[in-house]
């Protein structure tokens, strides 16, 4: 069993910067891909950033430039590095990770963390 905690999330003025981590653990043998997706009320969950093992990142067009997406191997966390924050940003953030245990592989999802954005 694979568990995804996340931390980090809160309220922020437009302009300025959260971190959003994300640990994962259990019986991990390694980890492909980590990503983030967030959440807005009355949306559907969207993609916001990605980093696979070799240290290629992808960003939604919404937040190039302003997020930047990290990965500590040795800790199997995630990091979001959020600025300029605008009140557009407001929603539950996710992390996820694909996650090999064994001869398994499966996509896990932590709990979710509010980021709110104010005007």
């Known amino acids: 069993q694979v568990q995804l905690v996340e931390s980090g999330g ?3 003025q437009a302009g300025g910067s959260l971190r959003l981590s994300c640990a994962a653990s ?3 043998f390694s980890i492909n ?3 983030w997706y967030r959440q807005a009320p009355g949306n559907q969950r969207a993609f916001v950033a990605s980093i696979i ?3 290629r ?3 939604a067009d919404s937040v190039k430039g302003r997020f930047i997406i990290s990965r500590d191997n040795a800790k199997n966390t995630v990091y979001l590095q959020m600025n300029s924050l605008k009140p557009e940003d407001t929603a539950v953030y996710y992390c996820t990770m694909r996650v090999m245990t064994g001869l398994r592989v ?3 999802w ?3 963390t509010q980021v709110t954005v104010s005007s």
């Open 10 to 12: 809160g309220l922020v």
């Open 106 to 108: 499966a996509d896990y």
């Open 33 to 35: 891909s980590m990503g």
């Open 110 to 112: 932590g709990q979710g």
């Open 26 to 28: 259990g019986s991990i």
């Open 53 to 55: 093992g070799g240290g």
């Open 57 to 59: 990142t992808d960003y």
